[in-house]
Structures are given as C-alpha cells and as structure tokens.
C-alpha cells in the first residue's frame, strides 16, 4: 500500500547510457513532481505535472524529459548521463487545492554514473 | 521567487536536550510551510506543515513549530530529543504551487 513508489531504488551506470527512472502515486493526487538531491543534501525541484501536463520546468538539461503517461506516473528519462548527474533523484506528489497543498514523497532512486 | 534558510547546518546534542532549528523565508505573499525530515537512507517523510490559523502547529514524535510572520520565521522545536531522531531536516515554503526547500540541517542526537 505505499503511496508514492519509484523504481529502481538503485541504479549505476556509465557516462552516456541513457536511463529512465519511473514513478507511481496510488494517492488520487492530480500533481507529480520530480526533485534532485545532491551530494550535499540539497533539494531542487526540477519538474512538476499537473493532469499530465508540465506546468514547472526549472532549468534542467534537456537531456531530462519527464513523460506523464496519466495522472498516476510520472517518469523521468535521461539521456547520455554525465558524471554530475548523480544523486538522489525523488518523485513526489499533491492534491492542488485552492493554495494549500502536501506534497508526499517517494523513498528515492540513487543514481550513479561512472 | 521565494526563497528559504536555515540557520544551523550541523546541531549536535545529547539525548533529553531541547532542539530548536530556524528557518526563514523570503516571500511576501501567502505561503505554506513545512518541515520535512529525512532519517539516514530514506526519503522525505513530513513532520508538520501550517496553512493558516493557530500559529503554533503540532507534528508528528512531539514537534512542533512556530510562524511569525513578522519576522518570516518558522522555526521547529521540540523538547527533549530522543537519539532516534538523528536525521536530516528540511524547512519548506509552497508558493505558487512550488516548494522550496532550505539547504537541510543536520541533526545527530548522542545517547
């Protein structure tokens, strides 16, 4: 019953693969992000999806392009990863209402490109 | 664009000890804020948020915070602390549908 699962938990992989990262709320939430934590524990968001359309879009590659098949996944791929692509890459997800909104984490995919 | 600091990045203290982390905002508008914490390994797990109304908000394993919105505070407290509650600990504003986070703090908790 977990509200907000990704998979892999762990992913290593060579400079150049490309790679994908997949999300999934059984919350009902109509609002998915994606967010970037590094090395030293920061958290940035770097996309966000409401009823699968993009509506935040902060200044990230273009080798990332998330894909919303439908208001329950959220899917980040990568392309030709780089050595600083490697981090803690966490999904989550909120019920946009009025201005009041919980987002709700995933438990993360470690990514680490050699 | 509204952003977020937290005051202390590393806090250590002994079991039973007060913790009070701050955390402050720069955004003049309505806003929500959040304290998120992160155990060793796992992902973001929400401690307690306020909206509007009291601005003394309880969480969850006995914190709680503080808005004052003259001085752009939201600061987390909590009693006396436990070594489980070793952890990382991230202060969040929501504006405009978008959440910022604070660089974290970290808390390590000696028994």
């Known amino acids: 019953d977990t509200a907000v699962s990704q998979t892999p938990k762990y992913l290593v992989t060579q400079m150049g693969n490309d790679k994908s990262i997949k999300c999934e709320q059984n919350?009902?939430?109509?609002?998915m992000y994606w967010y970037k934590q590094d090395s030293k524990k920061f958290l940035k968001i770097m996309f966000s999806?409401?009823?699968?359309?993009?509506?935040i879009n902060e200044t990230v590659p273009n080798r990332f392009s998330p894909k919303s098949p439908d208001k329950a996944h959220l899917n980040l791929h990568i392309n030709s990863l780089e050595l600083g692509d490697s981090a803690v890459y966490f999904c989550?997800?909120?019920?946009?209402?009025?201005?009041?909104?919980?987002?709700?984490f995933g438990p993360g995919t470690r990514l680490l490109v050699l | 664009a509204q952003s977020v600091s937290q005051h202390n990045h590393h806090v250590i203290l002994s079991e039973a000890a007060s913790l009070e982390l701050g955390c402050n905002y720069s955004y003049g508008g309505t806003v929500n804020l959040f304290w998120y914490v992160q155990y060793p390994g796992q992902h973001l797990q929400l401690l307690l948020k306020?909206?509007?109304?009291?601005?003394l908000v309880k969480g969850i394993k006995g914190f709680e915070a503080e808005f004052i919105k003259s001085k752009f505070s939201f600061n987390l407290r909590k009693p006396s602390v436990q070594w489980s509650d070793t952890a990382e600990y991230f202060c969040a504003v929501n504006a405009h549908y978008k959440l910022s986070f604070g660089a974290g703090t970290t808390v390590t908790v000696r028994a």
């Open positions: 919350l009902g939430h109509d609002t």
């Open positions: 306020y909206f509007s109304g009291d601005p």
């Open positions: 989550a997800s909120s019920r946009q209402t009025g201005n009041q909104e919980t987002q709700y």
């Open positions: 999806y409401n009823n699968k359309e993009l509506i």
